[in-house]
């Protein structure tokens, strides 16, 4: 009963504004990392179904296209090369590679604050992908993304409370050169954000510059290998069945530099990988596996996120869809099987097909992250702010997105059952001799801030005084946000004789 | 393998032609009813705590303000009259009766085809409510509902496939006379749609005139009696722990007329209901408890539906507020509730704060609407186009919400697991020797109307299409979709002899 205050004495009106004071870090009702779970799309025979033909596939089908380093790799480690080129995987050898790969993984941040745990069932929402248009929600109009658009989503998502990690959601589309593009992506997010951030370099010889400037950035070499604060997202395979030579080259280097790796498998429903929600995780885990198989040859217990990322297609078209209840199912069940793995894991939910922040945006946002985290995914990937089925990124909606994401957070959370909520003498003193209501009782005050998660946007007004405010419009709320958070210089900016080294370096196209 | 056709030799333009077809009832991937129940917010430890906590709560705290009725009735079934006025239900009393009671209701239409199976976990989205105001998209205005408003939400509702039932979503500001208020919203509701619909009786005496209005739309009584198309919410209590005299006698007098019966206990958390949701589920489910010995006093076994719809509360300004993360949690939780009784139970979800159909409104309508399916509520009413935390309908919304729910009834209906989702066979075809993707497989084309849900009014297209359609806009199109609806006359509406008798029996305020 510590944490119910006495019964104040103020008047009404000083306890509305202790009631809409700040809520500080330790009083908020929500936090990155609570414990998902709740929601299995899957049932337990249907994991073991779903693990046994991914076993299957890689006994008897296996991967192709393996690169010679890889290759070897892989075969040092119990892998099969058959005579048709494809790289088949015993089941003894991901049976243990499963037993031995590291099931705990803490993601560092620049700032040590926003480091993630990633175990069990702790739930994070960041964002993710390569979108190649920016949301101009005012001029309702797409237009190609830039370094500087990059920048600014990453100093937006740095002060949202909900966002809790950066991997860059977009191309620098006004970068035409590859490694500059890749070199300035890390700059670009490291100097908006001091949260985790994740990048996704091309070429092997690209990261190995990269880090260059990482290590720059952290101080030295060793104070990088200490806290590595950005991973690689690897897209390894091409689906179906097929090992990426370019991508498998950089995630080499990168494990070798002390980065923790996203092992992506990004197939497509109907097209890269089976229509089937079932036939698609089959795919992905199977794909992940040979993966993790190929990390741990690599490095024994490096950090590496299981990242099954099955997309949906519109069959009617061919076209991408990422805002589907299929897609949502595709990343429930996916996390279902990082649970059943035990290994920390990444998945993609958030997005949308719509093309502006509308009533669509929200429905197809909020179901696939809701999902996501009731099902206890480690990784919530592009989480907030993809339109158009990840071809756009819109900065109001990353911002709506924390609100969006908050909400969702406290449907993790979920509902505490002990004697103090079951509140029978609560109710046993209100109705019997009591007042009759509620609104006045200590716990219901002592609770007002711990219990509920309320919106910064989200309007809640009675339409009486949403009249009398003016009818105050979502989104132009939400620009006015934006362009506030970025009237200010990002703190997350590196010293200066720091910035003065890595410009000497490297070709740096934001300004200083 | 019965459902694959014989693989095609159209051209491409003709299979493009085909996927564009309108889905046929047998061929969609979702329908009414299906099962929920793979979400548990709560766990069985949980669950039976708030159960014990009920009981303890009926036992010691019990009921006040009984109507003289209904304390015969009660007493009578073997409840207790305390000195204090309190009626308390022993622990047996309600085992009983929860034994006893109707497990399995078919809630029917007007037209068969749109009956509900109320049993296990199957899932029905519709309306409800008692909102006061329309919204004007366009216009961005709130104004008072009237009685034609609610003729057009009925029709509208009528349909749309994922529109399951037709609850009141709206009172009519228009008609000033109670009892007509009442006796027109049968007529406005039951004029615009044949699917099942729900009124709430104001008084006894308007009850008794309502089902004369029925027998006539029926037919006959034993017509009605037969086939009762018009449930009735009873607002039995008032929270916390107090019988509503009035309703309680409406109650009466629509279960002795064949109504089947909505028992809504309709708390909110932090004023009539303690602020924790474990508390709130504890007191909706003492409440409706306590309903149920009192419905199955006055008909053993009639049908009843367990109406736990505790609301939330912005604890800061002490308004209501529907569209919370809490909101969610509190109508899954008691979803839970019904599964652990087995009684067909409802609740709300699919509420807005947002004053319009914005971003806003789409995540918090599908948080609470997914979750409650995902749950396996039996009932999940006020599900679409409810603004401003209930005080708004918006026809828009309602027209958006049918993809919403859609959206939300695939996710329902969840992942299949078999040999041929799991696709070994296909993926071995795709990789070894085949094409190298899915997209033409046989598989894929069955399964593409089968498994996929398509929106209707939500937006796939790349940037580039939607730049070269125009830009269209969601709201825009949606009130296009409303008026092409409304510019039709309704299908529902009574045989002109049945119109006319019901016309000179009663003053109704709808033209001809």
Chains 1, 2 share one sequence.
Not at 6 to 20: F, H, I, V
Not at 161 to 176: E, K, W
Request: charged share 20%; glycine share 10%; hydrophobic share 40%.
């Amino acid at each position: 009963m510590n944490a119910i205050p006495p019964r104040r004495t103020g008047g009404r009106a000083a306890r509305r504004a202790e009631r809409s004071a700040p809520i500080t870090g330790a009083m908020r009702s929500i936090r990155p990392g609570m414990e998902g779970g709740r929601y299995s799309s899957l049932t337990d025979a249907d994991v073991l179904r779903i693990h046994h033909t991914a076993l299957d596939a890689l006994e008897q089908i296996g991967l192709a296209d393996g690169p010679p380093s890889g290759v070897e790799y892989l075969t040092g480690a119990g892998a099969v090369l058959g005579d048709d080129g494809r790289i088949r995987f015993p089941r003894a050898l991901i049976e243990d590679t499963i037993a031995r790969a590291n099931r705990s993984i803490t993601l560092m941040g620049r700032d040590p604050q926003h480091d993630m745990q990633l175990s069990g069932t702790r739930v994070h929402y960041g964002t993710a992908g390569a979108a190649v248009h920016m949301v101009d929600v005012d001029g309702r109009n797409y237009r190609e993304c830039t370094v500087q658009d990059l920048h600014d989503a990453a100093r937006i998502a740095d002060v949202l409370d909900n966002i809790h990690f950066v991997q860059r959601p977009m191309v620098c589309r006004d970068i035409p050169d590859n490694m500059e593009m890749d070199l300035n992506t890390i700059y670009a997010c490291c100097a908006g954000t001091t949260k985790h951030v994740g990048v996704s370099f091309t070429e092997r010889a690209f990261a190995r510059e990269g880090l260059k400037m990482l290590h720059m950035i952290a101080g030295s070499e060793e104070a990088w290998r200490e806290r590595p604060f950005v991973s690689n997202s690897n897209c390894f395979v091409v689906p179906p069945m097929k090992f990426a030579t370019e991508s498998c080259e950089v995630m080499e280097e990168v494990i070798l530099g002390g980065m923790p790796v996203l092992l992506l498998s990004a197939g497509m429903a109907g097209a890269t990988a089976p229509s089937t929600i079932a036939g698609a995780i089959v795919q992905a885990t199977a794909e992940c596996l040979a993966g993790l198989v190929y990390v741990n040859a690599v490095k024994p217990g490096h950090p590496a996120i299981f990242g099954t990322w099955p997309f949906g297609l519109d069959l009617r078209t061919g076209a991408m869809t990422g805002g589907s209840g299929e897609q949502a199912l595709l990343s429930a069940g996916c996390a279902q099987m990082h649970r059943f793995y035990d290994l920390p894991g990444g998945a993609a939910a958030g997005i949308t097909d719509a093309k502006l922040p509308d009533m669509q945006a929200g429905w197809e946002a909020m179901c696939s992250n809701v999902m996501a985290g009731l099902s206890g995914l480690n990784m919530v990937y592009e989480a907030a702010g993809m339109h158009a089925s990840l071809l756009g990124f819109c900065l109001e909606s990353l911002i709506l997105g924390d609100d969006l994401i908050g909400h969702a957070q406290r449907c993790v959370r979920g509902i505490e059952v002990d004697d103090e909520t079951l509140a029978l003498e609560q109710i046993r003193d209100v109705c019997i001799g009591g007042p009759g209501h509620y609104l006045g009782t200590a716990q219901t005050l002592a609770r007002m801030q711990s219990d509920y998660q309320y919106p910064k946007l989200g309007n809640r007004m009675s339409p009486k005084l949403w009249d009398e405010a003016g009818k105050p419009d979502l989104n132009r709320d939400t620009t006015a946000r934006k362009e506030a958070i970025l009237s200010e210089r990002s703190a997350a900016r590196f010293a200066s004789d720091v910035d003065q080294a890595i410009r000497q370096a490297f070709k740096i196209h934001l300004p200083t």
